[in-house]
């Protein structure tokens, strides 16, 4: 084989495929209700977008991101999450002064260097919603209602919602001090990856599956300043009183440098390593670090892929089509290849697609016998076939593949039949 897809990234064919569709379309249905707006954001940014916003200490910008010159020698980067783009497109065009409050979504693919493994690619698809310009926990419950309903509707039951608060600029320099001179007491007990951030990210030492159980004793209480205390209050009534169930889990830190207050995972507990489905926080600052207005952010994206394979690990089996709309179909075969019967064919294809009904057939060229195994083989429920004799009475030859019914009928019946 002359070529392979680069590891990391996949060819994602049906039913897979409609998986995808089918919960892009449930996000869409979701936004609209939500009042959330589409927006289309560049594959690529200017590196240093995602230096300054993400952090130069965390994996991502260190080891994960793709980077490359263009041809004028810029330094430019595939985006490895969205929000940093977000923030840089509602900066550049001034949406803080367009609107108090900004409801933004998009779907797009993400790429990130990391070591492959079951749900970890190198290319993947996230649905990521952000709001700006709401302070109150009120966006938190705004964005984690709508995960909920999406996951229902998409059909992932099992999901464990954590939350944590990070603090923010006045609280958590005291505590990432604090916690530092803690972990070091127990440096030697830490993995060698951990010894390694320890000072320049000691937060990550908290989610590291190899030492968090470790260090449960040692971490210090987080005293956070009143402003994020009272916050991640509200944040927890409002969940009660909302009834969305959830953890409050201070191992969650995420692997990024700006989110302040509340940050959240939705864990599955049938993906093993790679557990978490949907994440996200607030991020207070980043519109005001990226040269636009202080406006209070908080956003969250899903792990497309993610979903969709803990959806299949809880035994629900995949779409055969995307679309609910999607009729039970008709597969065409031509019992002679005369021209004038082709152009038959393919002209009562497009009046049964005008219908809504979908039409496959499959070498309308190949013998009568082979066109009808395939036509078996198709799933389809009935057989439209196309003869010299039907093409001249415009008559139409149906036979239902399911059953042992056949018959000729006019359009009229024809369109009532194959609509059920
Ligand atoms: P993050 O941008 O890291 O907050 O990730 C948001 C969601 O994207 C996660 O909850 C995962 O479901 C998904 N995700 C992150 N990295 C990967 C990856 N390498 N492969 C597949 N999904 C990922």
């Not at 919960?23 to 977008?49: M, Q, S, Y």
């Not at 803690?182 to 990550?204: G, H, M, S, V, Y």
């Not at 440098?257 to 507990?269: C, I, N």
Request: proline residues 3%.
């Amino acid at each position: 084989m002359a070529f392979q897809a680069v590891r990391g990234t996949r060819d994602i064919f049906a039913p897979l495929s409609n998986s995808f569709t089918q919960l892009e379309n449930v996000a869409r249905k979701k936004a609209e209700l939500w009042d959330f707006d589409e927006v289309r954001l560049p594959t690529f940014e200017e590196a240093g977008l995602f230096t300054r916003s993400v952090g130069e200490t965390t994996d991502i910008v260190e080891k994960e991101m793709y980077v490359f010159n263009d041809r004028k020698g810029r330094s430019l980067a595939l985006r490895p999450e969205g929000t940093a783009s977000m923030v840089r497109a509602y900066v550049e065009h001034s949406f803080s002064q367009k609107e108090k409050k900004s409801k933004f979504f998009y779907i797009a693919n993400m790429f990130r260097a990391e070591r492959p493994q079951a749900g970890r690619y190198r290319e993947f698809e996230q649905i990521g919603f952000e709001i700006f310009g709401d302070p109150t926990p009120y966006a938190e419950i705004d964005l984690l209602s709508l995960a909920f309903t999406i996951f229902k509707d998409f059909g992932v039951e099992k999901t464990e919602l954590h939350v944590n608060s990070l603090g923010c600029a006045v609280c958590r320099p005291a505590y990432r001090q604090e916690l530092m001179v803690a972990l070091q007491k127990i440096k030697d007990t830490l993995c060698a990856d951990c010894q390694k951030r320890l000072e320049r990210n000691p937060f990550r030492v908290l989610d590291c599956k190899n030492c968090s159980p470790k260090i449960k004793d040692t971490v210090p209480v987080f005293k956070k300043c009143a402003d994020c205390a009272a916050h991640e209050k509200s944040l927890l009534n409002a969940l009660t009183a909302s009834n969305i169930p959830h953890t409050v889990n201070r191992n969650i830190v995420r692997g990024f440098d700006y989110y302040t207050k509340t940050v959240f995972e939705f864990l599955h507990s049938g993906l093993g390593a790679q557990s978490a489905i949907c994440s996200g926080g607030r991020y207070d600052n980043l519109v005001e670090s990226l040269g636009g207005t202080a406006t209070p952010a908080v956003g969250l994206a899903f792990g497309v892929d993610r979903t969709i394979e803990a959806r299949l690990a809880e035994g629900v089996a995949q779409v055969k089509s995307a679309s609910d709309a999607r009729k039970p179909g008709v597969f065409l075969a031509l019992q002679s290849q005369e021209d004038s019967i082709g152009a038959f064919a393919m002209q009562t294809a497009t009046r049964l697609r005008q219908q809504n009904i979908a039409v496959t057939y499959s070498v309308l060229q190949d013998s009568m016998k082979s066109q009808m195994r395939q036509a078996n083989k198709s799933n389809t429920k009935y057989c439209l076939i196309i003869g010299a004799e039907e093409c001249q009475k415009q008559k139409f030859k149906l036979k239902d593949l399911t059953g042992d019914w056949e018959g000729e009928l006019g359009w009229e019946e024809l369109v009532q039949k194959v609509k059920i």
